[in-house]
């Protein structure tokens, strides 16, 4: 089966597939800022070299042994899950729009987004609960790069990231289903 013959039925009796719900709308447009607004920031931050809620004397050697690129690729790559939960809430993410030159106007296989959407959920999910393993242990020690409010900060963002970009998740899920309706 290709890419463009995965046709799901859709929910509607006219073929169409219903929008999105207000409430998954929003959980797409929250998890999308949660992927650009509320991580770029302090991550630029950090690539560009400045040891903002980090021990400049730790930051550096790590930061020139890889830890600027590691940053670098980290920040392009938190684009992917901006443009995935966008995609789960606006029409877009059911046909190919027109900058997608081989496959325009073809209908968006419903796994395409779901898989990544609840793969991302359940690995931001794992990393959160890692970080808040990890950070009373990290608390106070010196070796620790990274002020323990930076784990702080990370965990309420993640967990908002993770419930809106799971409920956006959903409702594409939902909608998309061939048995639906």
Same mark, same amino acid.
């Given at each position: !089966?290709?890419?463009?013959?995965?046709?799901?039925?859709?929910?509607?009796?006219?073929?169409? @597939?219903?929008?999105?719900?207000?409430? $998954?709308?929003?959980?797409?447009?929250?998890?999308?800022?949660?992927?650009?607004?509320?991580?770029?920031?302090?991550?630029?931050?950090?690539?560009?070299?400045?040891?903002?809620? $980090?021990?400049?004397?730790?930051?550096?050697?790590?930061?020139?042994?890889?830890?600027?690129?590691?940053?670098?690729?980290?920040?392009? !790559?938190?684009?992917?899950?901006?443009?995935?939960?966008?995609?789960?809430?606006?029409?877009?993410?059911?046909?190919?729009? %027109?900058?997608?030159?081989?496959?325009?106007?073809?209908?968006?296989?419903?796994?395409?987004?779901?898989?990544?959407?609840?793969?991302?959920?359940?690995?931001?999910?794992?990393?959160?609960?890692?970080?808040?393993?990890? !950070?009373?242990?990290?608390?106070?020690?010196?070796?620790?790069?990274?002020?323990?409010?930076?784990?702080?900060?990370? @965990?309420?963002?993640?967990?908002?990231? @993770? $419930?809106?970009?799971?409920?956006?998740?959903?409702?594409?899920?939902? %909608?998309?289903?061939?048995?639906?309706?």
């Amino acid at each position: !089966m290709s890419i463009t013959t995965a046709v799901p039925r859709t929910a509607l009796p006219s073929g169409r @597939i219903p929008a999105p719900a207000r409430r $998954a709308t929003w959980a797409g447009y929250t998890a999308a800022a949660a992927a650009t607004v509320g991580f770029l920031p302090l991550h630029v931050t950090w690539a560009l070299g400045i040891p903002l809620f $980090a021990d400049p004397d730790l930051f550096r050697p790590w930061y020139e042994d890889g830890g600027g690129f590691y940053l670098l690729v980290l920040n392009l !790559m938190a684009l992917l899950p901006a443009v995935l939960a966008f995609a789960l809430v606006r029409p877009w993410g059911l046909t190919f729009p %027109r900058w997608v030159p081989a496959l325009r106007g073809h209908r968006v296989p419903r796994m395409l987004l779901i898989v990544p959407g609840a793969a991302l959920s359940a690995f931001l999910l794992a990393y959160t609960v890692y970080v808040m393993i990890l !950070m009373p242990r990290q608390w106070g020690d010196p070796a620790a790069i990274f002020d323990y409010r930076t784990g702080v900060y990370g @965990i309420g963002h993640f967990l908002v990231w @993770i $419930a809106a970009l799971a409920i956006a998740t959903r409702s594409y899920a939902r %909608r998309t289903r061939p048995d639906a309706g």
